[in-house]
């Protein structure tokens, strides 16, 4: 039954300390074979008065946004093509890239691209993963159907995809797409 201690400086609000002892319960489960019942999270709140380091009194920085919720709202403008919101989401040097193209940097280059290929595309998700890499990102992949028109205006459904993305410092810096739109078309 692990126990973990965390001491964190006083100003993290309710919702970001649950965040974290849910990140903590899952990231012990990797290695410990463990319920999520059985793993005890504890957090320890010091003022800021009680902390210093390198004999200057520190604030916390503030939490980074849920990688999920960020790829949900940027899925969710782009669906309803506000380009300026989806657009904002997305870091420097952002990179994309879909089924049999090369690395796209702009939203224009996938609307072009996706022109010639359907009308419109909406997702119905069947969940999102997120975790943590080794590096500075934070990696979420979802996962579910995609259902839309093809250019003539025939109506698809039910075809797989899984989305990679990789989420820096809050904003998009890399999304990875897979899906099954060519075989479905090609069985047409």
Avoid at 174 to 179: A, L, S, T, Y
Wanted: proline share 7%.
């Amino acid at each position: 039954m692990p126990v973990i201690e965390l001491h964190v400086l006083e100003g993290y609000s309710a919702a970001d300390q649950s965040r974290l002892c849910e990140a903590l319960t899952d990231a012990v489960r990797i290695v410990v074979p463990a319920p999520p019942e059985a793993v005890t999270v504890i957090i320890h709140e010091m003022p800021v008065s009680g902390y210093m380091r390198g004999r200057q009194h520190r604030t916390p920085a503030p939490a980074l946004p849920c990688p999920s919720d960020t790829v949900r709202e940027f899925l969710a403008a782009m669906e309803a093509r506000d380009l300026e919101a989806a657009q904002a989401m997305l870091g420097a040097g952002f990179c994309m890239t879909f089924p049999g193209t090369q690395a796209m940097h702009s939203l224009t280059e996938l609307i072009d691209w996706a022109a010639p290929r359907y009308r419109f595309v909406t997702k119905t998700y069947e969940g999102f993963d997120a975790l943590q890499s080794q590096g500075a990102h934070a990696v979420v992949y979802c996962r579910g159907t995609l259902s839309g028109e093809w250019p003539d205006g025939t109506p698809f459904g039910g075809i797989r995809f899984i989305d990679r993305f990789e989420v820096t410092a809050g904003l998009l810096t890399r999304q990875d797409v897979w899906n099954d739109i060519a075989e479905v078309k090609g069985a047409i």
